[in-house]
């Protein structure tokens, strides 16, 4: 089921990517973005997951903390979106708890419509993100919630296909 702004956030508690335990209840009092990836692998993702760790230090320093989940096992990651040391607390969820707490979904016709974007892949490749091994749901959409400090969900945004995140301007004006 999805989840939409207004509502509660599901608490979880959960390992890093460095076996250091995170209780979502922690995290109160502060705006937390948390997103949803495909696996390690994914050209798309580490697209994605490089222009978030670009904005990190900024957004830290505006109360916000940014939470990666990828549905790839800890060796995985650290292989491909985590071989760099981050700013961003990853963590790994290859039995897919985590997502589906927040509802998020595979879609055959969003991978379908996502492969399609060229020009994204075609960034991706020349950052040197390269397609690696796929590890979950091919089919995963991402999904992107921005959270306030309290608890309640600012954000509840579902991508429409594989390459598809909540823009970042739309994250920056919640803060």
Same mark, same amino acid.
């Given at each position: 089921? $999805? ?34 990836? $495909? ?13 978030? @760790? ?41 039995? $897919? ?54 608890? @309640? ?19 920056? $004006?919640?803060?």
């Amino acid at each position: 089921m $999805r989840l939409t702004t207004g509502q509660l956030a599901p608490q979880f508690v959960h390992n890093d990517l460095y076996d250091v335990t995170l209780d979502s209840r922690s995290l109160r009092g502060k705006k937390i973005l948390l997103s949803f990836y $495909r696996y390690a692998s994914c050209p798309f993702c580490n697209l994605r997951f490089h222009a978030l @760790t670009q904005k990190q230090s900024q957004w830290q320093a505006r109360g916000l903390e940014t939470v990666a989940i990828f549905q790839s096992p800890k060796d995985s990651i650290l292989e491909y979106a985590g071989s760099e040391p981050s700013v961003i607390r990853i963590l790994p969820d290859p039995e $897919r708890t985590l997502y589906q707490r927040y509802g998020v979904e595979g879609s055959w016709a969003g991978f379908v419509k996502g492969a399609l974007q060229l020009g994204t892949f075609a960034q991706a490749l020349k950052s040197g993100h390269l397609p690696g091994k796929v590890e979950g749901e091919m089919n995963m959409i991402p999904a992107d919630f921005v959270i306030d400090e309290q608890g @309640t969900i600012r954000l509840a945004y579902y991508g429409k296909d594989i390459s598809d995140h909540v823009a970042i301007e739309d994250i920056e $004006r919640l803060l």
